[in-house]
Structures are given as structure tokens and as C-alpha cells.
T-cell receptor, first 112, second 116 residues
Framework: AQKITQTQPGMFVQEKEAVTLDCTYD???????LFWYKQPSSGEMIFLIY??????QNATEGRYSLNFQKARKSANLVISASQLGDSAMYFC?????????FGSGTKLNVKP | GAGVSQSPSNKVTEKGKDVELRCDPI?????LYWYRQSLGQGLEFLIY????????KSGLPSDRFSAERTGGSVSTLTIQRTQQEDSAVYLC??????????????FGPGTRLTVL
């Protein structure tokens, strides 16, 4: 079965500190993709970062990086130097067998 | 604009009425998805269109829900005889429709449906 799990319903982080949002997955597709999306209170889903299962390097996009540990089937999102505008819901997603699967989300609150 | 657009942004209707929600994908994207998101919840997959293939309707919660995609572009999600439990945000996404893992979905702003 294809599955995405986010075990942290809510997280707090101090402004300017780094935070890691957890994501684990399960798939039998040998070629899969992992994605993170941000959903601010406005409701729109914003694509942040992508990691392919065969990528040797961890993906990075500005302050976002994806800590990909293939053997552990984890794809954690690391946000460096948190900003107040990072407060939002974050969803991990996986594409396997040409279908998308979403986790239940983590609500991140950045404290000033 | 170049992004996915949805209309209306908000829809309030009475129980038992039919509603139509529209999605206009990014130009050139052959894949289109509909999701439902209840307040504070994750995304619930509804239906997926890929090119001219038969749509994947496996997520539609009942036969009151249907969707079509005309000319491989604009899609309409129709909910007949709306119920209060249909109240949610309906999100549309599109992607290039590539086979394999790299196909990234881009989302529209959503339609907030309220059934009174």
C-alpha cells in the first residue's frame, strides 16, 4: 500500500531558528517522487520542494531543504532561519505509480 | 495569469440545490485533479483526469458528485442535491502529466462551499 505519514499535528519554533517537519512514506514503486507543500491561512497550496527517489543529493530551495533518508523511508523538511511568514500548514506528498498521496499535515507556528 | 484558476471563490447554497465549481488549469497541463479539504483537515482526493484517458473517479464520495473536463482543459465539478456535509474547500490542481515521479502539481486558490 502507498502511504504518507506526518506524525506532528503541530509544531512551534522561535523566529530565526531552524525547524524540521517529519514525513515518512511507504511505497512499492521503485521510482517515486516526494513533495512538500505549504498552505497558509489564505488556503492556497504552494509547492515548496521536490525530491526524486533516485536523486543522490538532498534537494534544496532557498531556506528549504529536504532531508531524504531512503533506507528509513523518510523525507523530512528542514526550514532554516524561520520567519513569521512561515506559519502555515505543511503537507508532505508522494507520487508513486502515477498517483499522488498526501499526509495529514503539520501546523507550524513561528513565535516572535 | 499563468496559474490554476478556480471559480467561484466562495459559494453559499441551500441544502438540496445543485452546484457547479469550475477549474481552469495551467496552459499545457494535461493532468487535472480535484480534492476536497474540510476545515482543519488534510486533502481528500476526488477525481483525476489525464489527457484523453478515462478519469480516475475512485475518490468521489457518492453518485451526487461528478466531474467533466471539456476539450482537455477546463473542468467542472458538479455536486447534486447538496448536503451540509459537502461544506468544504474544493481544490483543483494541474500538472504536466508526465509519467514517473517528477510530475509536480500546482494548485488553484480553491472554492469554499457552504451548504446551509
Amino acid at each position: 500500500a502507498q502511504k504518507i505519514t506526518q506524525t506532528q499535528p503541530g509544531m512551534f519554533v522561535q523566529e530565526k531558528e531552524a525547524v524540521t517537519l517529519d514525513c515518512t512514506y511507504d511505497t512499492s514503486d521503485p521510482s517515486y517522487g516526494l513533495f512538500w507543500y505549504k498552505q497558509p491561512s489564505s488556503g492556497e497550496m504552494i509547492f515548496l520542494i521536490y525530491q526524486g527517489s533516485y536523486d543522490q543529493q538532498n534537494a534544496t530551495e532557498g531556506r528549504y531543504s529536504l532531508n531524504f533518508q531512503k533506507a528509513r523511508k523518510s523525507a523530512n523538511l528542514v526550514i532554516s532561519a524561520s520567519q513569521l511568514g512561515d506559519s502555515a500548514m505543511y503537507f508532505c506528498a508522494m507520487r508513486g505509480f502515477n498517483k499522488f498521496y498526501f499526509g495529514s499535515g503539520t501546523k507550524l507556528n513561528v513565535k516572535p | 495569469g499563468a496559474g490554476v484558476s478556480q471559480s467561484p471563490s466562495n459559494k453559499v447554497t441551500e441544502k438540496g440545490k445543485d452546484v457547479e465549481l469550475r477549474c481552469d488549469p495551467i496552459s499545457g497541463h494535461t493532468a487535472l485533479y480535484w480534492y476536497r479539504q474540510s476545515l482543519g483537515q488534510g486533502l481528500e482526493f476526488l477525481i483525476y483526469f489525464q489527457g484523453n484517458s478515462a478519469p480516475d473517479k475512485s475518490g468521489l464520495p457518492s453518485d451526487r458528485f461528478s466531474a467533466e473536463r471539456t476539450g482537455g482543459s477546463v473542468s467542472t465539478l458538479t455536486i447534486q442535491r447538496t448536503q451540509q456535509e459537502d461544506s468544504a474547500v474544493y481544490l483543483c490542481a494541474s500538472s504536466l502529466g508526465l509519467a514517473g515521479p517528477t510530475d509536480t502539481q500546482y494548485f488553484g486558490p480553491g472554492t469554499r462551499l457552504t451548504v446551509l
